[in-house]
């Protein structure tokens, strides 16, 4: 059926950006990721210690959510909890998400 094709892809979708964000980990500091031109998603909110962005792709809603670890004790930890949501477009029903710990690159500065 149509049906489960929908889900295979939606979480093709989430899969690839996943691996997006791992190339991204390795090259760009987590505080330089709005800046890289790679990087095609728009800022919609902050949650909490969550930033939120989206973006829309095929008939997809995507929700990247992006949270340092870091601790005042130790800001440099590196470690960036990954969650993403994948919406259909046109239901809004959540067809996926996939959640990930990258060991993010530090910020050389």
């Keep these: 059926s149509n049906k489960s094709e929908g889900v295979i892809s939606a979480t093709y979708v989430a899969q690839k ?7 991204f980990s390795k090259m760009v500091p987590i505080t330089k990721i709005e ?3 790679d990087f ?3 800022k ?5 210690e969550w930033t939120v962005y989206k973006k829309e792709e095929e008939h997809y809603d995507i929700r990247l959510k992006i949270k340092k670890l ?6 440099n930890i590196g470690l960036v ?3 993403i949501e994948i919406h259909d477009l046109s239901t ?6 996939m959640e990930n710990f990258l060991d993010w690159k530090e910020d050389e500065s």
Aim: glycine content about 4%; cysteine-free; aromatic content about 10%.
């Design 44 to 48: 919609i909110e902050t949650d909490g």
């Design 70 to 75: 870091a601790t005042e004790e130790n800001e």
């Design 92 to 97: 809004d029903k959540l067809e996926t998400e």
């Design 35 to 37: 800046d890289s031109n």
């Design 17 to 23: 950006e996943m691996e997006r964000m791992y190339e």
């Design 81 to 83: 909890h990954v969650f």
């Design 40 to 42: 095609d998603y728009t």
